[in-house]
């Protein structure tokens, strides 16, 4: 189940990262957060960035240029 959802298509670094960093804060601690996108350095910033915040990398899948990342907000 995804709890918020972020289509960041069509932007480039570092509107993704930032968007991503956005909705965790937003999250209640427990939530999944989604972000899409077709950027792909994001694809390889925003794993290192969730790792950095201390959160849980649920998973990241590809499907031609689109990605979809999705976060366990799991710490305030």
């Known amino acids: 189940m995804v ?3 972020v289509d ?3 932007k480039n670094c570092p509107v993704p990262l ?6 965790i804060r937003k999250a209640s601690k427990g939530d999944v957060v989604e972000i899409t996108g077709d ?3 994001s694809k390889r ?3 290192m960035a969730v790792e950095a915040l ?3 990398l649920v998973e990241v899948r590809e499907a031609g ?3 979809t990342i999705r976060i366990r907000k799991v710490k305030e």
Not at 18 to 23: F, G, H, L, N, Q
Request: proline share 12%; aromatic share 4%; with cysteine.
């Open 65 to 67: 240029p689109k990605w």
């Open 3 to 5: 709890d918020v959802k």
């Open 8 to 10: 960041c298509s069509g």
């Open 18 to 23: 930032i968007e991503m960093r956005k909705a």
């Open 45 to 47: 910033e925003i794993p």
């Open 39 to 41: 950027h792909p350095a």
């Open 54 to 56: 201390g959160q849980e």
